[in-house]
């Protein structure tokens, strides 16, 4: 049985090495919202669904199991708070809990290491679902003391709904999930040209061909210009990345002038619930460090 | 699906794809690929494909038709994996998955590139994160990771160094560790043989 509102937070490689305000802000909020959230010792990369996936299906599959039986051994279910790392997991998962022949060589393999083994007694949980769908616009409204009177875009990104017969969280091609969240947040979304394609890091491609993975961005950019929101709202570390580094990207060498903050679910969640700006990250971030968050703090209700 | 299409895919004459890498895909349990009616929804669904040579049915059909020249088109690596050719695709194909096994092949076949080579071999294996916090130049990720009151490194592999071992373990038994040294191993070779031929 797995324990219930706990969770075994998979930490993967790009927030705690690089965004690790949203590791705070991801803890700050689940732990206030009650979930009890520990650590996940010895883990490693997820492996990345694009670029180790693309060396060898099966290697990824095991490397992705080890870190599966980690979460196992603590009777948790996995949450994560990034599109690679969910895609990794929750499909490794999946596919391993259906496929017995998998399954064994998987097993056979990681018995060689010591005490692993995949038994397929977790799910793996990505926050935007269960912020949207556990908690829900309808449970937020309770628990934070301020809203954010803002205008924002929200990227997607590509693994947390892709492919749904697999994820089973909802439709691709017009999600909801975020927006109906977010709003209960003050927050109004902003839809733009192409809002649900990618923003061109994944696959290995940022790290071969940095000029592509440029070219699919610029063109996401000058569509979110066009709506001129006040942050970018992304579920994405990954994501987060490319639009940081990418519009400074654009600045530099396609006389750009963009500034557009971009912040993590968590990130403005954790700012709702209370955490202070400061710990937002956002001085620390490439864009928009001079952002500060809009809003006012929730009225008490007089009884 | 019906018992016919069932059927028809499984068949095992069908010469225009019965490549030795159409036999790849069929043992890799993608033989759904045969129901493919070449439509092209996967290419006019591709957001990289928009801005560049990669073409996702042309890439897979060559693979198909036995067009080996597919596997060192360095095309095949501007995927980003954003699976919109696999949910659009009327025929049910995972398109992004035969994808992947293609780029599997290719590796196999020492078609690595060295930014991804990197990677995996100076990354990845050695430390057991894809973005790691470890060494002098990450100093100032730690610093920050102080900064909001978390430990300098993750409680991850970062912490255990034992446990890198035990990964590298792991991945040596797979043969992840032969595979890269099998592809670098046959990339080196190519270089030789092609400066060989310009000297010539």
């Known amino acids: 049985m797995v324990k219930e509102?706990?969770?075994?937070?998979?930490?993967?490689?790009?927030?705690?090495?690089?965004?690790?305000?949203?590791?705070?802000?991801?803890?700050?909020?689940?732990?206030?919202?009650?979930?009890?959230?520990?650590?996940?010792e010895r883990a490693t990369c997820c492996p990345a669904p694009g670029v180790f996936r693309s060396f060898n299906k099966g290697d990824w599959m095991v490397a992705a199991a080890r870190n599966l039986?980690?979460?196992?051994?603590?009777?948790?279910?996995?949450?994560?708070?990034?599109?690679?790392?969910?895609?990794?997991?929750?499909?490794?998962?999946?596919?391993?809990?259906?496929?017995?022949?998998?399954r064994e060589l998987v097993n056979e393999k990681l018995k060689l290491i010591g005490n692993y083994e995949f038994r397929g007694t977790i799910d793996v949980r990505h926050v935007a679902e269960v912020l949207g769908y556990e908690v829900g616009p309808w449970g937020i409204e309770d628990v934070i003391i301020r809203k954010v009177n803002a205008r924002a875009v929200i990227h997607y990104g590509c693994h947390f709904l892709k492919p749904t017969r697999i994820r089973e969280i909802e439709s691709s091609e017009g999600p909801t999930i975020i927006e109906e969240f977010v709003?209960?947040?003050?927050?109004?979304?902003?839809?733009?040209?192409?809002?649900?394609?990618?923003?061109?890091?994944?696959?290995?491609?940022?790290?071969?061909?940095?000029?592509?993975?440029?070219?699919?961005?610029?063109?996401?950019?000058?569509?979110?210009?066009?709506?001129?929101?006040?942050?970018?709202?992304?579920?994405?570390?990954?994501?987060?990345?490319?639009?940081?580094?990418?519009?400074?990207?654009?600045?530099?060498?396609?006389?750009?002038?963009?500034?557009?903050?971009?912040?993590?679910?968590?990130?403005?969640?954790?700012?709702?619930?209370?955490?202070?700006?400061?710990?937002?990250?956002?001085?620390?971030?490439?864009?928009?460090?001079?952002?500060?968050?809009?809003?006012?703090?929730?009225?008490?209700?007089v009884i | 699906m019906s018992e016919n299409v069932e059927k028809y895919i499984k068949r095992k004459v069908y010469k225009s794809t019965s490549s030795r890498i159409a036999q790849k895909f069929v043992d890799a349990g993608l033989e759904k690929i045969r129901a493919c009616i070449n439509c092209g929804t996967c290419t006019g669904s591709c957001p990289s494909g928009r801005r560049t040579a990669y073409r996702t049915r042309s890439a897979i059909r060559r693979a198909l038709t036995g067009d080996e020249s597919v596997l060192k088109d360095i095309d095949i690596w501007l995927c980003s994996t954003c699976y919109y050719c696999y949910e659009r695709c009327p025929r049910d194909i995972p398109v992004t998955d035969m994808i992947i096994k293609l780029r599997n092949i290719a590796v196999e076949e020492g078609y690595i590139l060295d930014s991804h080579f990197g990677l995996a071999n100076d990354i990845f294996y050695a430390t057991g994160h894809g973005v790691p916090a470890t060494g002098e130049?990450?100093?100032?990720w730690r610093d920050l990771r102080e900064s909001y009151g978390l430990p300098p490194l993750p409680p991850t592999v970062h912490s255990y160094p034992e446990a890198v071992k035990e990964c590298q373990e792991l991945m040596n038994a797979v043969g992840f560790r032969k595979l890269l040294d099998n592809a670098a191993k046959l990339k080196e070779e190519r270089a030789q043989a092609a400066k060989k031929d310009k000297e010539e």
């Open chain 2, 137 to 140: 130049n990450n100093k100032k």
């Open chain 1, 183 to 301: 709003e209960a947040l003050g927050i109004e979304s902003v839809r733009f040209k192409e809002q649900l394609t990618c923003c061109g890091a994944g696959g290995g491609v940022k790290a071969y061909d940095g000029t592509a993975s440029m070219r699919i961005f610029g063109e996401k950019m000058k569509n979110i210009d066009e709506v001129k929101p006040d942050f970018i709202l992304d579920i994405c570390p990954f994501c987060h990345l490319q639009y940081e580094t990418g519009q400074d990207y654009l600045n530099k060498n396609k006389s750009c002038n963009y500034d557009y903050p971009v912040i993590h679910l968590s990130q403005l969640t954790a700012y709702c619930m209370g955490m202070d700006q400061e710990f937002i990250g956002l001085q620390y971030q490439l864009m928009g460090r001079e952002y500060i968050f809009g809003g006012e703090e929730k009225e008490e209700e």
């Open chain 1, 5 to 40: 509102n706990t969770f075994a937070f998979f930490l993967g490689c790009l927030m705690p090495n690089r965004y690790p305000a949203i590791e705070k802000s991801t803890k700050f909020v689940m732990q206030k919202l009650g979930y009890e959230i520990l650590d996940m």
């Open chain 1, 69 to 102: 039986c980690i979460a196992e051994k603590l009777d948790s279910d996995i949450l994560t708070v990034c599109n690679g790392c969910f895609g990794t997991l929750q499909e490794v998962n999946k596919h391993l809990k259906e496929n017995k022949e998998h």
